[in-house]
């Protein structure tokens, strides 16, 4: 066995996953040990950087409390941080579609509460066809306002300022 592996059970995979994810995410930061080790003394977890840069090199095993402390200092979540390492991309990932999946869910409950609410009105307006062309205005401005602001955020404002008639110019 070369010197620089560590001898079979002293450190368990997970523990290995860990240490080499800390120096990952550490490197990839910009951190020193001792940037790494203030940032988990702020967080509540003791660690000087001497022991940072022990658990990194396998000399010095890592216990749940400061696993728990290097994923909330790097805003991982703890399964990605004890992952094999060559998955954390995919771990990420993983995460991200996520995201994408609550939002879509969000997206069809946010679909059929519109959805409802049209079927309601449109009820309403059959029983009252007098205030219906008023009503649907009101509808068709209201939206047409929301999403234009919508494409603001997402967008930002057009070229030019957005500020000019385009009946005007024509």
């Known amino acids: ?6 001898p079979q059970g002293v450190l368990l995979s997970g ?10 995410e550490r490197e990839a930061r910009g951190w020193s040990t001792n940037a790494l080790s203030d940032r988990m003394n702020e967080a509540g977890f003791e660690m000087n950087p001497s022991a940072v840069w022990r658990i990194e090199n396998g000399k010095r095993r890592i216990n749940l409390d400061e696993t728990i ?20 991309a995919k771990a990420r ?14 997206t069809q409950r946010a679909n059929m509460a519109f959805t409802k609410a049209r079927e309601a009105l ?25 999403a234009g602001k919508t494409m603001l955020k997402m967008h930002g404002p057009p070229p030019g300022g957005g500020d000019a008639d ?5």
């Not at 523990?15 to 990952?24: M, W, Y």
């Not at 990932?93 to 969000?106: K, P, T, Y």
């Open 166 to 170: 385009p009946a005007a110019e024509a």
């Open 122 to 146: 449109d009820a309403y307006l059959a029983e009252h066809p007098d205030v219906r062309e008023e009503a649907d205005v009101i509808v068709s401005n209201a939206m047409a306002e929301e």
């Open 69 to 88: 402390g290097f994923a909330e200092v790097f805003g991982l979540d703890l399964r990605n941080l004890v992952g094999p390492p060559q998955l954390a």
């Open 15 to 24: 523990e290995g996953n860990v240490a080499v994810r800390i120096k990952l």
């Open 1 to 6: 066995m070369a010197d620089e592996d560590p």
């Open 93 to 106: 990932a993983m995460e991200l579609i996520d995201e994408i999946l609550d939002a879509f869910r969000a």
